[in-house]
Nanobody, 117 residues
Framework: QVQLVESGGALVQPGGSLRLSCAAS????????MAWFRQAPGKQRELVAT??????????NYADSVKGRFTISRDIAKNTVYLQMNSLKPEDTAVYYC????????WGQGTQVTVSS
């Protein structure tokens, strides 16, 4: 069974940057269509960014709230998906998770991102 391990979360000031990583224990078909999600206290888990392969082309998509600030990417050789987060805002504070876009894989423990001065 695939295991997902997220890392890279931290406490950062508004305007700062972080790079999150999600390592998958093995690659499978789900890795073709991966996503980052986040869950803030008292709120539902929401989709942040997706990345999928169409032939040799990687196609990212972003929630409106992070468009222009976050970048999703992946290294297939390392079974790893990344989320580069720039110009962080307090409202980005949440636990961040990765999964397939359709949420078909077991959830990892997530990584805490706190944006505060």
């Amino acid at each position: 069974q695939v295991q997902l391990v997220e890392s890279g979360g931290a406490l950062v000031q508004p305007g700062g940057s972080l790079r999150l990583s999600c390592a998958a224990s093995e690659i499978g078909l789900s890795f073709n269509d991966m996503a980052w999600f986040r869950q803030a206290p008292g709120k539902q888990r929401e989709l942040v960014a997706t990345i999928r392969s169409v032939g040799s082309t990687e196609i990212p998509n972003y929630a409106d709230s992070v468009k222009g600030r976050f970048t999703i990417s992946r290294d297939i050789a390392k079974n790893t998906v990344y989320l580069q987060m720039n110009s962080l805002k307090p409202e980005d504070t949440a636990v961040y998770y990765c999964n397939s876009r359709l949420r078909t894989l077991p959830w990892g423990q997530g990584t805490q991102v706190t944006v505060s001065s």
